[in-house]
């Protein structure tokens, strides 16, 4: 909806890359290629369900790491509480997220807009001093440590990869139902879209529990899959809110694919950072990729608007100059 | 019983008596104006019908059930839709998907609610301008969206605010002519206007008001020929 | 007793410097209708500018808030002008994307400082940092109580400014109602302009007026940004009087929660009250919800 893809051409792209995504790790025999693309993966699930709330239903949140760190402490809290396996923790991950949305909506939707997005920060401190402070409880900055499942990333590799499947995939089709049309509208205009029947706050509750659902599975993996988390990490408004946030604007707010081209661009631009271009320049270069990224969310707000996908038009009209492309909007006839 | 009406409706905002003390009864199938001059609480009137401002006091009953209290899109599915004296497009959605949006409130299916939107479309004359992006209408087509989308929301009771505002006198015609046909089509029509001669032709009763007060009730011609009328218009001598 | 009276009389000294930074964002967000998330951080670079006086040219860093706040001002006038001005051409999904540039700018910010200054804790020891007077057996931290002193005449400058220069009207007039004030001819860029820059140079003297009492880090801004935003909450949003009220009630709050409570969770305080206030007080929060 909304989307000015050229559908005639994409369909072979999307198919193409995720069979490439399919055969990656039989194809790559490098456990270092692999786990960047496991996170990239993981970030797909963010970002996505990020863009669900924020981009179509246009309630930006500042706090996904909320979601994301409910769903890695549940999973690590179930071993090492219940000395139960971490998987059935990451079966619980979601939902849990899903009911602390509930509450996180219940508070927050009272709120319009910019205030909306502030009351997300505040209440994702808040999380993450919680969880640095109840030690008995979360055993504070010391972080949970549990025995990883599998020595080799195949095996987690797949998981990432349906788990971004069935994020990604819900979220098509939620958009395609009625649910779909009223986020959007809910976007466009909360005033009419409550005239015309829509309940905004039950709608943007929906959207808010699909979100925070998907992100507190992504965050139970990661507990699964990195077998170590503290609340700085899992709960860190940079590294995580701030991050899913970049990942949905510059892929494209409002696209199904956007979250998941900015995904791998942001996974891959900052393990290009980190690792000082792999060796090739100073070190020093590496302590710069927090800069770049700031550097980046104000180049794509400014210039970008609408993110990779959403202004892929105007991307390929710098590629092919000298030919005028029509604009798409449309005229009054 | 009346199939709508408000009792002794009243609107305070701090000190400032919007909307004050009105009474008024439309019955099925009619189509009731209301008019007044600028700021005399049409569309506070509106808003206080459709749940957008909390009512002070009074009441506002529609088929017998009193709506005090109810939120907005609660309303809508009671059977009373509105349009919006300054359009409010769902800008990045195409002209279908502002009406499927709308169709939407009374099932569930996709397909039944693209049924439903095509069918109002083509029932307003905007068959043509389906796949439009709402934000690329013109204001004539913007207005007819509105209404296209207010019907596809299945209502009774149809508010409409100053629909023929901005428009040419040819689309100020067919406007006339489509909301006949709405009539006809067995919905029951509230109309804020200040074209007199469409408010004149259009509507069975009227009301007018000024600083939110009744000034009077009756015909179109017992109306347009009362002095307190008049006076609000064009002040005293 | 005594332990609770010295509580309140930390917390109303600390509200003077809060209440400045609460006026600062209370502004912008009056005039831009937007909340500033790089607030803090423009604290934070101001702390920078002062610390670098200080230390290199041994500046007194109260002298140096002539130097901190035309900087800043300078600072926030290129921001709104180059950065969020533009940004009203943009036609963009997300509303926000004024909103999301401030977070971007703080992040540059941040990290321009961290890369010249690493991110170690740095501070400006005077002379007079642990200095203290006594009334009675309540004691009185003299950096804090000149902060104050400065706070509350800056304050009154500020006042004079809104109420009697042209300029100031003017931003009070784009405030209250933005659309009327276009058409009274009040040029609409110019005083967003000038209150970014003005926002930004009370958030410079709030630093400015903090580093002798306080410890530096880059990151040190995102806890201010959150701290304004509650004081300008708390004061009932736009109001400038309300952000001095918000600003003492926080302060008092802090200073009150890590007396009693755990010195670790002064952080959370502000948080928690944000909380409080938009569970339990949501009618005292009318303008909120239509923004």
Redesign the interface.
């Known amino acids: 909806m909304g989307n000015t893809f050229n559908w005639r051409k994409i369909p072979w792209a999307k198919v193409l890359s995720v069979a490439f995504l399919v055969l990656f790790p039989l194809l790559v025999d490098s456990d270092y290629y692999r786990h960047l693309f496991i996170i990239a993966l993981m970030w797909v699930v963010i970002g996505s369900s990020w863009n669900l709330l924020s981009g179509y239903t246009g309630q930006v949140s500042f706090g996904h790491a909320i979601f994301f760190g409910v769903g890695a402490y549940t999973a690590g809290l179930f071993t090492t509480k219940l000395s139960m396996s971490a998987w059935w923790g990451m079966l619980l991950g979601g939902p849990v997220s899903l009911l602390v949305g509930i509450v996180i909506g219940w508070i927050c939707f009272r709120l319009r807009g910019p205030y909306f997005a502030l009351a997300t920060i505040a209440i994702g401190e808040i999380f993450r001093q919680v969880a640095e402070n109840w030690i008995s409880f979360t055993e504070g900055m010391q972080g949970i440590l549990i025995i990883q499942t599998f020595r080799s990333k195949i095996p987690y590799y797949y998981l990432a990869l349906g788990l971004a499947i069935a994020c990604v995939g819900t979220i098509a089709l939620v958009l395609r139902s009625k649910w779909g049309f009223y986020f959007i509208a809910i976007r466009e205009d909360q005033d009419a879209a409550e005239a015309l029947g829509i309940s905004s706050y039950r709608y943007k509750s929906l959207s808010l529990m699909i979100s925070s659902f998907f992100t507190g599975l992504a965050g139970a993996f990661y507990m699964n899959y990195m077998a170590f988390i503290d609340p700085q990490v899992v709960f860190s408004l940079h590294y995580i809110s701030i991050m899913a946030i970049l990942v949905g604007i510059i892929g494209g707010v409002g696209t199904i694919w956007g979250p998941a081209v900015g995904a791998f661009i942001m996974v891959l631009l900052q393990e290009t950072f980190r690792s000082s271009f792999y060796g090739l320049v100073p070190r020093w270069v590496s302590e710069a990729h927090v800069l770049v990224f700031g550097l980046l969310v104000i180049f794509v707000i400014r210039y970008m608007a609408n993110g990779m996908v959403g202004d892929w038009p105007k991307i390929q009209q710098l590629w092919s100059r000298p030919k005028a492309v029509s604009s798409p909007s449309v005229s009054g006839n | 019983m009346h199939f709508f009406e408000t009792r002794r409706l009243t609107k305070a905002f701090g000190g400032l008596i919007a909307v004050n003390d009105v009474n008024f009864q439309v019955e099925e199938g009619e189509i009731y104006g209301l008019i007044g001059p600028n700021g005399s609480g049409k569309t506070t009137l509106f808003n206080l019908v ?1 749940g ?1 401002h909390p009512i002070t006091s009074g009441a506002v009953r529609f088929q017998g059930k009193e709506l005090n209290g109810l ?4 309303i ?2 009671e059977g009373i ?2 349009t ?1 004296q300054i359009v ?7 002209v279908l ?1 502002n009406v ?3 169709a ?2 009374r099932t ?3 397909s039944i ?1 693209r049924d439903k939107a095509l069918e109002v479309l083509h029932f307003c004359e905007l068959d043509q301008k389906t796949d ?2 709402a934000s ?3 204001i004539g087509d913007r207005k007819r969206m509105e209404i296209a ?2 019907l596809a ?1 299945g209502p009774k009771l149809l508010l409409l605010d100053e629909t023929m505002a901005g428009l040419t006198p040819q689309e100020q015609y067919e406007g006339v002519e489509l909301i006949k046909k709405i009539r006809k089509s067995g919905i029951t029509i509230i109309i804020v206007e200040h074209i007199m001669h469409v408010i004149m032709n259009l509507c069975d009763r009227i009301l007018c008001i000024n600083y939110g007060q009744e000034i009077v009730k009756g015909s179109p011609n017992e109306v347009a020929n009362n002095q307190a009328v008049i006076e609000a218009y064009l002040g005293k001598e | 007793m005594q332990e609770l009276i010295q509580a309140l009389v930390a917390g109303v000294l600390m509200g003077g410097i809060y209440a400045l930074i609460g006026i600062g964002m209370t502004l912008i967000m009056g005039v831009m209708k937007i909340i500033n998330l790089a607030h803090g951080e423009l604290m934070m670079v101001a702390m920078y500018i002062t610390y670098v006086l200080a230390q290199y040219f041994g500046l007194d860093p109260y002298f140096s808030l002539l130097i901190a706040m035309p900087s800043l001002f300078i600072i926030g006038v290129l921001i709104q002008k180059y950065l969020l001005n533009p940004l009203l051409k943009v036609d963009s999904i997300l509303p926000e994307n004024q909103v999301l540039m401030t977070v971007g700018v703080g992040m540059v910010l941040t990290e321009v400082m961290r890369f010249i200054f690493q991110a170690d804790f740095k501070s400006v020891k005077t002379s007079y940092s642990s200095t203290a007077f006594y009334l009675g057996t309540i004691s009185f931290n003299l950096p804090m109580v000149v902060a104050f002193g400065i706070a509350v005449a800056l304050t009154i400058c500020l006042f004079y400014f809104l109420l009697k220069t042209d300029v100031g009207k003017s931003i009070r007039a784009t405030a209250q109602n933005k659309e009327a004030a276009l058409l009274m001819g009040i040029n609409a860029e110019k005083i967003t302009v000038m209150t970014y820059g003005l926002g930004a140079s009370l958030a410079a003297a709030s630093g400015t007026l903090l580093l002798p009492i306080y410890y530096l880090f880059p990151s040190i801004g995102g806890p201010f940004t959150l701290k304004a935003f509650v004081i300008t909450m708390l004061g009932g949003m736009g109001s400038t009087v309300g952000a001095i009220v918000g600003g003492v009630v926080l302060g008092v709050a802090e200073s009150l929660g890590a007396t009693y409570i755990k010195m670790g969770l002064k952080d959370s305080v502000a948080m928690f009250i944000f909380l409080l206030v938009l569970i339990f007080l949501p009618g005292g929060l009318k303008r909120l919800t239509k923004v």
Request: net charge positive; charged share 25%; hydrophobic share 40%.
């Open positions: 459709t957008f939120p907005t899109w609660k809508c599915k839709g509105r919006f409010k497009p769902l800008r990045r959605m195409t998907e499927m949006a709308a939407f409130c569930s299916k996709t609610a439009f992006a690329g209408l013109t989308r207010a929301t």
